[in-house]
């Protein structure tokens, strides 16, 4: 699998994710290391990457955690029980797909979404307009 993701820090580090714990939920170990990475260099502190549902739904109901990046398809199941389970909880979240916002059910549809390949920039973005809420 090829990706775009870039690991050069960005301008201008967003002082909101400093200090951030963010649950990566990625089924893709390159996608997910490479997250990881973007992440770190933003400040944040990740927890997982989880790859398979069990793990993410363990996780998001117990793991000290501010925001997640939510893969949308972990081996074929939907993520949407995690999306759940965290909302539940109030911690905010986006979605990354290969398919875009168009591909959320309407229940979700106003979670931002990261399309895959995504950018750094984008990453910082999207992470930004969950804290600013």
């Not at 820090?9 to 200090?19: N, R, Y």
């Not at 591909?103 to 979670?111: A, D, F, M, N």
Request: charged content about 15%.
């Amino acid at each position: 699998m090829s990706s775009n993701i870039t690991t050069q820090a960005a301008s201008s580090e967003p002082a909101s994710l400093q200090g951030r714990k963010v649950l990566i939920v990625e089924d893709e170990p390159l996608v997910a290391v490479l997250l990881e990475e973007i992440l770190e260099e933003f400040g944040c502190s990740v927890v997982g990457p989880a790859a398979q549902l069990d793990q993410a739904l363990e996780l998001a109901g117990s793991a000290d955690v501010d925001l997640a990046v939510l893969d949308v398809n972990l081996g074929g199941q939907p993520v949407f029980p995690v999306a759940r389970v965290l909302s539940d909880r109030g911690v905010r979240f986006v979605f990354a797909t290969g398919y875009g916002a168009g591909g959320l059910p309407p229940e979700w549809s106003h979670v931002p979404a990261l399309q895959k390949p995504y950018t750094l920039d984008q990453v910082q973005q999207a992470l930004g307009a969950v804290i600013a809420g």
